[in-house]
Structure formats: C-alpha cells, structure tokens
C-alpha cells in the first residue's frame, strides 16, 4: 500500500474529532461505552436529519445542488438496507459511521455535510425525531389499552364485587367500574405523553455545540423539513435541556408504568385462589417446574416488575443532567436509560392491550364477596334521608353492625350510586369517545409526520 493510500484509510477511520494523536484502546472502549449499539436504532432519524441539514446548507450555498441529489441518494440507498449497516467501536457512533459512509459513497460532498453542525446538535435532533416518532407509537398504544379495558368493563358492567381500601371490603362496586378506572388511567397518560411530545417537538440543529456557527443556518427551515413545530431558539439551551427534555419523557414513561403496574397488581390479586374473581389467560401464565397443578402469573408479575424499573431510568438522567450550563460528556450516559424506558414501555403497553380479551370473570363469585356489612354506609345514608344527623347515623349503625354479626352474610339488594363516574354508570360512552379523539390524533400526526420524512427522500 502506498503512503497516500495508507493515509486515506487512516482519515477514512478517523473519529469525528480527530486530529493527530490515537485514542489509547483501554480509554477508547471506556469513552465510547455502548453507542455503536445503542446507535443502530437511530438510524432513520440520522438519515432524516443529515437530509434536511443538507438542505440548509445548500439553501446558504455551502453544497451544491448536485451535491445534495448526491447525499440523497447515498442516505435513501442506506435506509433501504439498514440490516447491512452497522458502526465499529473505532467509528464510536453513528455520526461518523454515517459520515464515512457518504464520504466513500459521494466523496467530497460526504466530507462537506458535517459543516456548521456539531455531534452535539446531530444526537439532539436524532433521538428527539426517535422521541417524536415513539411517543406517537406509545400514545397510540395507550389508546387501544385504553379501549380494550373499557370494553371489558362494559361486557361485566353488571358484575357486583367488593370494592376496597386498605385491603378491606369496603363499599360495593361493579367489575365494570374497576375496569373503567385503568381505561381512565390510561387516557390520562395519551394525555401526558401528548403533553411531552410537546416538550420534545423542537428543533435543535444549527445550535452546534451550543454557541452556533459564524454561518447563516436557516434553522426554522431545517426545522420545518423535520417536522418539527419550532425552533429551540437560544442555542446554548438546546445543549443545557437535553436531560430535561428526556426527563419529562421518562416522567410520562414513569407515571404510565405506575399505572399499568397497578392494573398489574389487581390481576395478580384478583386470580389468586383467594379471591377468585378472574382467570388469567392460560397464554398469559406459565406452568410451575415441580409442582403439576400450579398456573403461575408471570405476565402480570413481570409486569408489575418492570414498572418498578422506570423510576430508577428517571433518577439517573435527572442526576446525570445535574451540571452547569453547556454540553458535557456525562450526557453520553443518558442515552441507555431513555432508550430502555421507551421499549419497555412498547412491551407493557403491547401485553395490557391484549390481556382483557381472554379474561374469564367469575360473576358468582365476585357477587358472593359482597356481604351485608359492606352496606353501611348505606344504611347510615337512609338514615341521613330521614333527617338523622349523619354522626348520629354513623353510631347507630357501627353499633348495629357490631350486635348482629353480619359480616360474613351475602348481601340482598344492593342499589349503587348512578352519577357520571360511579359504580352505577362509569361513563363508558364518554370512555369510548375520549379514547377514539385521543387515537385519531396520534394517527394524524403520524401519517402527517412520515409524509413529511419521506419528502426528503423524495426527489
């Protein structure tokens, strides 16, 4: 091989930010951590945002329009094969692997196309178009969730079963009011991941490392070809929000896994032989390896495990992000914890959809645990409507139940409060329309979003 040659694969091999000297190996495996992996899963997004950074730079005549039909095709031939492409550790991330893929592929104009951006605004506008993207595909999910537990609820609207607190049958309720309320739970989420879908819908490109280029970036441009609905304008806050805009995604994230957690838990409560209200699935449980007669829970369970994960994702990025003003290389760390949280998400919210199809309720059984003593409450009511102060009905009724030792005897007729939201009508109309509002918007925005990412691609 000749020197110029050898010189050309060196230059070829170099990081982004390389100049002379060579990375110790030790140090170079410790730095560049888990990106290449992690990276590969943003490769649409790097794709989309060297596109339309191209376009700005040939709107300001930094490449020719030559030059930008060439980059377009070498990056829409990349997308068509993304199973061919992946990143070395000596490439430490997808922003060089893609570099010197134009590079090779279009020569000159592939080592042009890093002008006046910097790998610090490339990773923002990468995982925020990621962001965009999947938030879209979680809130979606969120929304079937969402109908599926409120259709369950209006098939076993009529099923009377305790309600309780502190672990104690308390007032009676309906097995379609406790569904009602994990597909208003999951409404409530559509809602707060729309609201961080907000948060992240800025665009970050030309704000470089954080003090911008001396070059006319047209950056509401760029960010309109992105998709996105502003620009972050002050160029240092891009840099300085990054944890703060994967932390208000992680809190969405969190607070939805609290909620399927919960949902979790019930059904982990709910199947035991004890109370016998449902039956899981049997695809949904697995078999126990020494005992022949035990269906366990696991889907549930494993649930309820993971949801318990996401506060711990939050807390690291919130510490990590704790800095002073600027990019710091601690960021880099940032990228695990945000990445994990959303796919964990897309497998809770995959498996909660699909659960309450199958489920079997046991209608006896639920009504059989609804024993007299839970109708005190509306006893002392009676009282109440008959002009008993209700402190006084309260005694009366304490006292009464005390004396007869009817605790255990099933309850007769039991009359449940029928206002919007109660056990006797939990708005399963108004269920139905909020979910299918909630669903038409993330689809809109979705198929607006794509269009808009293919007419980059398109010539």
Aim: glycine share 8%; net charge positive.
């Amino acid at each position: 091989m000749s020197v110029s040659s050898a010189a050309t694969m060196r230059s070829r091999n170099r990081k982004l930010w390389e100049t002379a000297s060579r990375l110790d190996s030790v140090v170079e495996r410790y730095t560049v951590g888990q990106d290449p992996t992690l990276d590969r899963g943003l490769l649409p997004y790097e794709v989309y945002g060297s596109l339309a950074h191209a376009a700005g730079l040939a709107r300001i005549g930094i490449l020719s329009k030559r030059d930008f039909t060439s980059l377009r095709k070498a990056l829409a031939r990349l997308l068509r094969r993304p199973q061919a492409f992946f990143i070395t550790r000596a490439q430490e991330d997808i922003h060089t692997a893609v570099e010197q893929y134009l590079t090779r592929a279009v020569g000159d104009a592939g080592r042009r196309i890093h002008t006046g951006r910097s790998r610090n605004d490339q990773v923002q506008t990468d995982l925020r178009l990621y962001l965009k993207d999947r938030l879209l595909a979680l809130h979606a999910r969120t929304c079937a969730a969402a109908e599926a537990w409120r259709s369950f609820g209006a098939r076993h609207a009529r099923v009377l079963m305790p309600g309780y607190t502190h672990l104690q049958r308390a007032m009676p309720t309906t097995m379609g009011h406790w569904a009602a309320s994990h597909a208003e739970a999951f409404l409530e989420n559509a809602r707060f991941l729309r609201a961080a879908y907000a948060e992240v819908d800025a665009g970050p490109l030309g704000s470089g490392a954080g003090y911008g280029v001396p070059l006319p970036l047209p950056r509401a441009y760029v960010a309109r070809l992105l998709g996105f609905s502003r620009v972050q304008r002050n160029t240092l806050r891009v840099q300085t929000s990054r944890p703060r805009v994967e932390a208000v995604v992680l809190s969405a994230l969190a607070v939805l896994a609290r909620d399927a957690g919960v949902l979790a838990d019930d059904l982990r409560l709910y199947a035991t032989a004890e109370f016998g209200f449902l039956k899981l699935p049997e695809a949904f449980t697995t078999g126990s390896s020494i005992m022949p007669q035990k269906r366990n829970p696991d889907v549930v369970e494993l649930t309820r495990a993971r949801a318990a994960l996401f506060p711990g994702w939050l807390q690291q990025v919130l510490a990590i992000g704790a800095l002073s003003s600027g990019y710091h290389r601690d960021y880099q760390l940032t990228k695990g914890p945000l990445l994990a949280a959303v796919e964990t998400a897309d497998e809770m919210l995959a498996m909660l959809a699909r659960l309450p199809g199958p489920i079997q309720v046991d209608a006896a059984r639920c009504r059989a645990a609804v024993t007299e003593d839970m109708l005190a409450t509306h006893k002392a009511l009676a009282l109440v409507r008959g002009g008993v102060p209700f402190r006084e009905a309260y005694r009366r009724v304490a006292e009464a139940a005390r004396s007869a030792g009817t605790a255990a005897r099933p309850a007769g007729k039991v009359e449940l409060p029928d206002y919007p939201g109660a056990p006797g009508d939990p708005g399963f109309s108004a269920l139905k329309r909020e979910a299918g509002q909630e669903a038409a918007w993330s689809r809109r925005e979705s198929a607006r979003l794509h269009k808009i990412w293919d007419r980059l691609l398109t010539p």
